[in-house]
């Protein structure tokens, strides 16, 4: 039997208010790849960020080789052998290739000068391993995002470490950047070294995996050898706790689609591809239907929603509005076209410092010149928006900046209801709102839907699409995986099919 060579006991960790881990126990293996699972928020970076120095615990023990440890900062982490590459990437993109494989660590001559020849032809020998064939002295932020995760995964991988982290590694690389990425965790492993794998892709997780832990609300739920029984349905069962009181409670148990096939398509794409974020995107939306669209963090949704408003363009394919072919140069062109978007972060679209009812207006403003909506008349309107809408607190002179986060969504979403757009895209509309205010939007989204607009949404979180959708599309990868239309559908086959 493999020995432990990392091993953790009770430990706590809260931020603020949030319990983000509770009484875990973690034993990593000798030369084991240890996959972890869990949905938004479990706490599976949390945890890894204390083992890897970046966080301290508030309870808790942590031992190597049997040696209690405790590590004041990651400095401390990767003297003790510990490497960490972080979801978030965090290259420096104006540094070249070169230093950013050795960024911290460069190798320096007898007189303590950094030697550029020797880091250049050490960091495009490791690269090559990753199937990078790239020039070490090229700035890397001129590289694709899949270029720079590599690169700093090789950071990491190369870097002797005995302990190695990959926190959501596959995000934004291609199938073949992943077989790659494979073979090089399978060679690290047969040298003895340890791995934590942290994915949402759960059969990534099942591929490359000895041993997985599935992490549920800040607490460890199961760990377990990957074997022949283990597939993704028992990872899911365990992750969302399915059978539960607290599932069946939820209006999440079951959800029924309800889609209308035969109200007309306002908007259609064809083959539309922008490499390496999507490929071949193809589907349709229609009058006075919500369509979701489904996918984890970097499968290309984000950039579908941005190509579909006019903020990106589209290497090929075939937009069409309405019936009609339509290339949109710039957003300008969107908004013309009679597409609207709340983007992610709603902060962009709104003014602060700006009064409610003039961040309520500004979608009428935006199409009218100022002297036909009389003063009174804005306030009117908002004064009616803030009421059926419910914004706290219900001043319309109110400073926007002043409202909670939540609120501001409901003003960004109500401008919408005043003049309303053909088509509407909503990027994950409910995010870090409290159950209140998420129903709120519900009930705004299906009045938009119900005067005829295409809404569709663009989500990462199973909950925010379920509650909204009438139909559903799942992007993996960057395609159209599956689509759910007029059938029951539960969060655990959402899951699955992404
Ligand atoms: N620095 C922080 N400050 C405040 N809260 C935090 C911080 N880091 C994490 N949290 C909270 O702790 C909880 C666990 O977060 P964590 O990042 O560990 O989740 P995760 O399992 O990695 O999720 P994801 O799959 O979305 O990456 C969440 O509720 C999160 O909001
Ligand atoms: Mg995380």
Redo the contacts with the bound molecule.
Sequence with gaps: MASALLELTGVSKS??G?Q?LRDVDFTLLAGEIHGLA?????????LMKIIAGAHGADEGQMKINGQPVRFRSSRDALAAGIGMVH?ELSVAPELSVAENVFLGAQPVNRLGIVAWRDMARAAAEQLKNLGLDIDPRARLGDFPIGVQQLVELSRVLFSGARIIILD?PTSALSPPEIERLFSVLSKVKASGRSIVFIS?FLDDILKISDEITI?RN?RKVATTPVTAAIDKAWIIERMIGLGREELEESYLGEIRLDSRPEAPVVLATKGLTLAPAYREVSFEARAGEVLGVYGFMGCGQLELARTLFGRLRADHGVMEIAGRPMTLANTTAGKRAGIAYVAESRRAMLFSEEPVFKNVSIAILERLSRWLLKPDRERVIAQAQVKSLDIRPPHIEARLGGLSGGNQQKVALAKWLTHPPRILLLAEPTRGMDVGAKEDVVKIVRALRDQGIAVIVFSTEPETVLSLADRVLVMRKGEIAHEFASEAISKDRLLAAA
């Design positions: 931020f603020g949030v983000a869990g949905e938004n928020g479990a706490g599976k970076s949390t979801q959501e949402h992490f800040g």
